[in-house]
């Protein structure tokens, strides 16, 4: 079906479990897309049953750009991801594609259609630095460092979120001001029409799907996916990559903290708090189109209209 509209961005949206994926090939099937995962999960190599991956051969028919591009020791900053999805953005439009930018990363799809404050961009020795400095002092030590720098930024922060931390601090050294600062000014990253699609099933349904898809996950194999993570010295359990919902458990499982009864609740728990947050911040967002399961045709004829 050739593409109806002018240069517009879609955005499928929805909560874990919604069904994003199986909506996202259905419109490849109708349009000529290119498929840009919004997933701070998926960005990951070798972890892929955990963050409930396409599989290789779902990846090699319908790819999905943006997902298994960083090492798991490695941080990936909102920055890279703007970088990232604006050239696939970009090269959809010079290929005459529709980028559907499909994912559960809501702070992403916020940042591409709302902007970012004016900071300093991270460079590969910026990075290298506060990531040595993450393993060397851990997050706790840097995180009372930052609240001696910059109260009000430490206060929004959780003192587990390593990754956010870091690039507070990082602003700091590299700017000389604080990230509380110099947030404000937001311009808006995509300058194209964007079309929301939210898939939002009824509550029941997706703390059923979440159950069954966790337990489906522990079938598949994945503890060995985590004890093969686990073999990597670089990896530590204040790494954004092991702190994902799962792993983190899984991690403390292994580690003898918790036994595997209480590891599988703990994710079921754990996922169903995210989805809440999820979809939250979902029913918020105004002029899109709401579905509760993958109604194709609709999504067609709301692409087209």
């Known amino acids: 079906m050739p593409i109806q509209i002018n240069k517009t961005v879609i955005f499928l949206m929805g909560p874990t479990a919604s069904g994003k994926t199986n909506l996202a090939i259905k419109l490849s099937q109708q349009f000529k897309t290119r498929l840009i995962s ?9 972890m892929n049953i955990g963050t409930a991956k396409p599989d290789k051969a779902t990846l090699k028919k319908y790819p999905h750009h ?13 920055f890279d991801f703007i970088n990232d999805a604006s050239k696939e953005i970009k090269t959809a439009f010079a290929k005459n594609e529709l980028p559907i930018l499909v994912g559960g990363t809501s702070f992403y799809f916020h940042v591409l259609e709302h902007g970012l404050s004016n900071l300093p961009e991270s460079s590969t020795k910026s990075k290298e630095k506060f990531n040595q400095l993450l393993r060397n002092k851990g997050t706790a030590e840097l995180h009372q460092d930052l609240k ?10 959780h003192p587990n979120d390593s990754q956010r931390i870091i690039r507070a601090l990082e602003v700091f050294n590299l700017s000389g001001k604080t990230i509380s600062e110099l947030q404000g000014n937001k311009k808006p ?4 029409p ?6 939002m099933p009824k509550r029941n349904e997706l703390h059923a799907k979440i159950e069954t898809r966790f337990l489906l996950m522990m079938k598949n194999g994945f503890l060995n996916e985590v004890q093969h993570l686990k073999q990597n010295p670089n990896l530590h359990q204040n790494l954004s990559s092991i702190r994902c919902v799962g792993y983190r458990q899984a991690w403390q499982y292994l580690n003898g903290k918790i036994d595997k009864i ?19 911040w979902l029913k918020s967002e105004k002029y899109a189109l709401v579905l509760n399961n993958s109604n194709l045709a609709k999504a067609v004829t709301f692409i087209n209209s």
């Not at 919004?38 to 070798?46: E, F, T």
């Not at 964007?194 to 898939?199: D, E, N, V």
């Not at 209480?262 to 939250?280: D, F």
């Open 189 to 192: 990253i995509i300058d194209h």
């Open 38 to 46: 919004v997933d701070s999960a998926l960005i990951y190599k070798g």
């Open 262 to 280: 209480e590891m599988i609740e703990k994710v079921i728990i754990a996922t169903r708090q995210l989805c809440k947050r999820q979809s939250t």
């Open 148 to 157: 001696k720098i910059d109260p009000q930024a430490a206060n929004k922060i």
């Open 66 to 78: 943006l997902i298994n591009i960083c090492n798991p020791e490695n941080s990936y900053s909102v």
């Open 194 to 199: 964007i079309k929301k699609i939210i898939l």
